[in-house]
């Protein structure tokens, strides 16, 4: 059995992994609200999204080869912006029409 110690190293590593990405442009921290800045992935996001012609965490994993936490992230920044609709269920998110499409 582990003692005190190393559970405790183990939990700050895995809380010190929740508050830091590795970007592209460094280390970018989580914002409470995950709201106040956009991810420096998100365009790449989008574009992914696009092509693929459907919202979904598994698509931006394995095309942007990140996390489920990220892809989450991600998914729910596009919902804001209105690029993707809300959830639906087991299934992938609706992209909404451009506004050049209208």
Do not use: W
Request: charged residues 30%; contains cysteine; proline residues 7%.
């Amino acid at each position: 059995m582990p003692d005190a110690s190393e559970v405790g190293g183990k939990v700050n590593a895995a809380a010190t992994q929740q508050q830091l990405f590795r970007s592209p442009d460094g280390p970018m921290t989580r914002s409470p609200d995950h709201s106040d800045r956009l991810d420096p992935l998100f365009e790449d996001a989008v574009k992914l999204t696009r092509q693929a012609r459907k919202g979904s965490t598994s698509v931006l994993q394995r095309g942007l080869r990140i996390g489920y936490g990220r892809a989450v992230q991600l998914i729910d920044q596009m919902e804001r912006a209105g690029i993707v609709g809300p959830e639906n269920g087991l299934h992938p998110r609706r992209l909404r029409r451009e506004k050049s499409q209208c």
